[in-house]
Structure formats: structure tokens, C-alpha cells
């Protein structure tokens, strides 16, 4: 088995209360492994704080639009987990009590979490439509954030 492939995807959305900004959604033949997240706010600076989770998903949900994840190398084939991206019509379908990951943040702040090293990613299993969210769960305000995902399929 050769190295794995690097994949990237990115969404802009305006956070709020359980409102997800990304997803990672899986395929049945691969469990992607998410190993690095970047969030940042596009808005006027001001001092407004926002707490993110990722969490595990069952189902996808609908989202305005899904982002076609870039290969990193260019000789890799085309990603085979989906990215979902900005505005959901319907939130995800998140397993309670499935947080991996919790990040409070200031709007001012660009906050960005990388793997301790293989084996610490944050996988996926091998089961359609489950994945992995970036959902902003409170906030002070509800300024434009950008948020990104590089995984390994």
C-alpha cells in the first residue's frame, strides 16, 4: 500500500448556534482521517467569541453546496469522501456525546488544529454518509468565519 492521499476543503458561513460551517462526510470504502482544521473570521475585527465543536455524523445533511475536495497531490485520483460546505438547509444528523474536539475562540484569533502525529487524526468509519462536522455551538456575535479541512483517504 503506497502512501496515503492529502485532500483539502473549505467553506465560509456566518456562525451562530448550532449552525455547521464543514463536513467530511466518508464512503463505505475508505475512513478518511481528518488531520488538520484552520478557522479564521473574514469580518470587521471586533471582540466576539465563538465556540466550535467537530463531532461525529450519521447522516450528511443538506448543504447549499458541496465543495469539491482538492487533491494535494496533483497525481492523485479524485477524493472519494464528500465535503459539505457553508449554509445546511438540514443540520447534520450528529451522534450525541460524540464531541472529538472543542475550540473556543475570538473573532480577532485565527485558530489552527494539527495532528500530535500519525495515529492522532480524527477518523471516519467506513459507513456512507457518516463523517465528521465543524459546528460553531455559541457565539457573542455572528461574524463570517472560513474554515478548512485537510484529510488523508
Known amino acids: 500500500m503506497g502512501a496515503p492521499r492529502k485532500y483539502f476543503g473549505y467553506a465560509s458561513a456566518v456562525v451562530g448556534t448550532n449552525l455547521t460551517m464543514i463536513t467530511m462526510i466518508s464512503a ?21 467569541a465563538t465556540r466550535f465543536r467537530v463531532l461525529r455524523c450519521t447522516a ?9 475536495p482538492q487533491a494535494l497531490d496533483p497525481a492523485d485520483p479524485a477524493s472519494l469522501a464528500v465535503c459539505g460546505q457553508s449554509v445546511f438547509s438540514v443540520e447534520p444528523t450528529y451522534t450525541a456525546n460524540s464531541d472529538v474536539l472543542q475550540i473556543s475562540m475570538n473573532q480577532r484569533a485565527t485558530y489552527k488544529w494539527t495532528a500530535a502525529g500519525p495515529g492522532y487524526e480524527l477518523t ?7 463523517g465528521l462536522g465543524l459546528r460553531s455551538i455559541s457565539g457573542t456575535g455572528t461574524a463570517a468565519h472560513e474554515s478548512s479541512f485537510t484529510w488523508l483517504e
Open 28 to 48: 463505505a470504502t475508505i475512513r478518511p482521517s481528518l488531520y488538520e482544521i484552520i478557522i479564521g473570521s473574514v469580518a470587521t475585527p471586533a471582540d466576539q
Open 60 to 68: 450528511a445533511g443538506t448543504s447549499a453546496a458541496n465543495f469539491t
Open 124 to 130: 471516519a468509519p467506513a459507513t456512507a454518509a457518516n
